[in-house]
């Protein structure tokens, strides 16, 4: 297996995959790394995919932040 790719790129189509399916954003909550062996297809030790989980968590949640401020802008 390559292991040279683009963790950015992986970041943002996981990112991309888990916003447009609930289920699966659930079962990354729940179990991120099958979810992510799910998203991306590679089977790889827990420890070399924990970077990778740690970006799309961090992702997430700022698209979940940027969300609540979109809110909160149209109620002034």
């Given at each position: ?28 909550q ?23 989980v ?23």
């Open positions: 297996m390559d292991l040279n790719f683009d963790i950015k790129a992986r970041i943002d189509e996981a990112v991309r995959k888990l916003q447009q399916d609930p289920a699966l954003l659930k079962e990354f729940s179990d991120p790394v099958k979810a992510l062996e799910k998203i991306t297809g590679m089977d790889l030790p827990e420890e070399k995919l924990q970077p990778l740690a970006g799309i968590k961090t992702k997430l949640g700022a698209a979940q932040l940027g969300d609540a401020l979109d809110g909160l802008k149209k109620l002034f």
